[in-house]
């Protein structure tokens, strides 16, 4: 059994020691833990088949590629991001300096969710390293066997002062919380998003919060329909729809509602249609419960293609929805799963209103060729990030701050801004002894309010 208490005191320690400040240092451990998941490819992409039947195709492209992206990214910058900055000073404190300190937080903690197991955890895990911290990962339990495998990977190979992956659920997530962090890192849903925040701000922690939401993907009349259908159907079906920021719903001009659809029809052809065509590339539902709850949101009348579903294989093929409005229960929360409802629209700008009368969504994706009609969507409604004429690609750019807004979620990673998430800023003025203006010195006398307001204004 691990000593949750004793891990975390181990930490702290080790972080006091100051080593982990030392630039050599992080660059060391990050490239350690690249060789490490280079060495462990087949265990990796073994443990993930088994959770849920992630192929290594998918493995590697929306898992292994990104953390590969991001080690590189913060091997070679991280002795930059972590220079002081001198800023200028202003007259008032002539002559000072000022300079501002990229500093660790201390000891970190990273909640992952179970959808993309290994991303989910690591890529805040390297942020946190990198900017000098140390890092306990908690993986979901949903996905079993990559936590376990994310755990004999690195448990063994990394020291626990300075990296750690503790396996569990509920009750040892809990037990993680009554600890007092330097900041925690959640990925999951809005509802544990709250019990985090709460159990935080007993100590006040700072968090970041990556959360989910309803994502809508607007298709006006003008879109390259069979493009945007191309690009729809691999965003939502990828990860059998088990993604945070696949497009949940889609808002389709009714001009083009038809043929849109039609488009969508045909980009599915090499999709399974029942439990027996599943093929290593069409991934299972994460468990039964969650197959239960998807079932419920297929009401048969509302299938325009697909519908078929084994909850005894955990599958449910790419299934279009119509007919479809925002009363419908597939409407009420996150799908999360390889339902895409479609609501068509007759005027863009009620249909703008009904998005921002629902909670900011984590993702917003215009497929379009109108300027106007892109700028009036990205400009009116509050969202996380989101792409136009693509899906879920723009997590791909590690330029981007990746992070939710609202009910979304709070804060950003991915490339530098990861680092920002894990680093605190502090701000120093330096100034030296042998000039000090009298101004604003007691008796405070009519002209230096003058002077003061004549400097400053
Ligand atoms: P979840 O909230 O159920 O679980 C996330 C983590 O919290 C897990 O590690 C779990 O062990 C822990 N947890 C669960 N219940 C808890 C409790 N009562 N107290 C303390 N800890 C608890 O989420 P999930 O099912 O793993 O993931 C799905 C959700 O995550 C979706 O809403 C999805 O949109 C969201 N998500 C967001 C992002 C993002 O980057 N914004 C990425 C992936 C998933």
Known sequence: MENIKEIVNGQREFYNSGITKNIDCRVDQLRRVKQLLKDNEDKLYQAIYEDFGKSQFETYMTELSLLYHELNRYIKRVKKWSRVVKVSTGLANFPAKSFIVPEPLGV????????????????????SIAAGNC???????????SSAVMAEIFNNNLSSKFFRVVEGGVSKTQELLDEKFDKIFFTGSSRVGKIV?????????????????????FITADADLKMSAKRVI????????????????????????????????KQLKCYPKVADEIDDNYLKIVNQKSTERLVKLIEKDKVFYGGNYSVEHHFIAPTILHNITFEDIVMDEEIFGPLLPVISYMNLDKAIAKVKQRPKPLACYVYSKSKRDIEKILK?????????NDSLMHLSNNNLPFGGVGDSGMGSYHGKAGFDTFTHYKSI??????????VKYYPYFKWKRKLIRFMLE
């Open 108 to 127: 970190t903690l990273v909640i992952g969710a179970w959808n993309y197991p290994y991303q989910l955890s690591l890529l805040p895990a390297i942020s």
């Open 197 to 217: 925040y709460q159990a935080a701000a007993k100590n006040l922690t700072p968090v970041t919060l990556e959360l989910g939401g309803k994502s809508p993907a």
């Open 234 to 265: 691999w965003a939502k079906f990828i990860n059998a729809g088990q993604t945070c920021v696949a497009p949940d719903y889609l808002l389709v001009d009714k001009r083009i509602e038809s043929a849109f659809k039609r488009e969508l029809v």
């Open 380 to 388: 009116t409604i509050s969202f996380g990030g989101g792409a136009v």
């Open 135 to 145: 890092v306990i990962i908690k993986p979901s339990e949903l996905a079993s066997k």
């Open 429 to 438: 003025l330096d100034k030296p002894t042998w000039f000090e203006a009298p």
